[in-house]
C-alpha cells in the first residue's frame, strides 16, 4: 500500500521558515518524480516544486530564492524548505510522487499558515 504521509506545517509569521517533509512508503522511491503542490482556499492546486529522479529541481516563479526542494533516497522522504514566508504562500501544502504516466500518488496535504 503505498503512502505519502507529510509533515511540518503550522502558523508562521511573515518572513519566517518552516519545512516540509513528505515520508513515502510502498514505492521504489528513488524513481519517481516527487513535487509539493499547494491549494489555497478557493483557488486551484499549483504546483510549487518538483525533483526528478537525477536531483535536477524546477520551482514555480513566486517561491523561487525562498523555496528548495530536496530529497533524501536512503529515508525515502522529500522536503521542502520554504523561507522568507509570505501571508500569499498559506496553503494546504501536498506531495506527490509520479513516475512516468502510469503511476501518480498524492499524499492529504499540510497545512501551512502565514499570518502576523
Known amino acids: 500500500q503505498v503512502q505519502l504521509v507529510e509533515s511540518g506545517g503550522g502558523l508562521v509569521q511573515p518572513g519566517g521558515s518552516l519545512r516540509l517533509s513528505c515520508a513515502a512508503s510502498?514505492?521504489?522511491?528513488?524513481?519517481?518524480?516527487m513535487g509539493w503542490y499547494r491549494q489555497a482556499p478557493g483557488k486551484e492546486r499549483e504546483l510549487v516544486a518538483s525533483?526528478?529522479?537525477?536531483?535536477?529541481?524546477n520551482y514555480r516563479d513566486s517561491v523561487k530564492d525562498r523555496f528548495t526542494i530536496s530529497k533524501d533516497n536512503a529515508k525515502n522522504t522529500v522536503y521542502l524548505q520554504m523561507d522568507n514566508l509570505m501571508p500569499e504562500d498559506t496553503a494546504v501544502y501536498y506531495c506527490?510522487?509520479?513516475?512516468?504516466?502510469?503511476?501518480?500518488?498524492w499524499g492529504k496535504g499540510t497545512l501551512v499558515t502565514v499570518s502576523s
Open positions: 506527490d510522487a509520479k513516475f512516468g504516466n502510469i503511476y501518480h500518488y
Open positions: 525533483i526528478i529522479r537525477g536531483g535536477t529541481a
Open positions: 510502498g514505492i521504489s522511491f528513488s524513481y519517481y518524480t
